[in-house]
């Protein structure tokens, strides 16, 4: 037994530093490719989770730890959305852009906003978007209409059914931010 501890436990330190192996400046190149859905600037949301604290998280949005061989699976393989990249880069280019994202271990920052702000823009401003030229959706700054509610709770144009993710007080709270001055102006940028 002590033997396939001497023999196993060098194999698997080996292995999981190989993951953390690579060229950072390179990574950081590479990553280049990865910023317009990923922010690491801070913790907004593009259509991607932001990556400013990767490493500095406990898990990922899939339930799993945060490690190598985690956030190494869903770049390869992709995961709820995000396409694979196992074909895009080289075994020696996925070493440099994981070096890269090990140095993403910023704390997270609280940023206070108006209630359903933060709803908006997890689950709205993908579309919705008034500062980009190609969102599929409308501008909603100043459109308020009753109907939101029922495609906020059903679902509209390929988006979720929010009743099936949000609480409804979360819903609320995302509806009164679309009837507020947040979503006609400042709040939903």
């Known amino acids: 037994m ?3 501890a001497s023999v196993l436990l060098p194999a698997l330190l080996a292995s999981s530093l190989a993951f ?4 950072v400046a ?3 190149e590479l ?7 990923h922010n690491t600037a801070n913790d907004e949301r ?3 989770p932001s990556l400013r604290s990767l490493f500095g998280k406990v898990t990922l949005r899939n339930g799993r ?8 699976e869903i770049v390869l393989d992709g995961w709820n959305g995000m396409p694979p990249f196992r074909y895009s880069f080289r ?3 996925i070493d440099d852009l994981m070096a890269f994202l090990h140095t993403l271990k910023g704390k997270h920052a609280n940023t206070p906003s108006a209630p359903g702000a933060a709803y908006f823009k997890a689950y709205c ?3 919705h978007n008034p500062d980009s030229r190609t969102s599929p959706g409308p501008d909603l700054r100043g459109r308020y209409t009753p109907e939101a509610a029922a495609l906020v709770e059903d679902g509209h144009a390929g988006a979720p059914a929010l009743k099936e993710w949000l609480g409804e007080p979360e819903r609320k709270q995302l509806l009164e931010f679309l009837k507020s001055e947040g979503a006609a102006g400042r709040g939903a940028k």
């Open 65 to 72: 730890h945060v490690d190598d061989e985690s956030v190494r």
């Open 91 to 93: 075994p020696a280019e």
């Open 2 to 4: 002590n033997l396939l």
């Open 31 to 37: 990553f280049r490719s990865c910023q317009g859905c």
């Open 125 to 127: 401003l993908r579309c």
């Open 20 to 23: 953390a192996q690579g060229d």
């Open 26 to 28: 390179n990574g950081r």
């Open 46 to 48: 593009k259509a991607g």
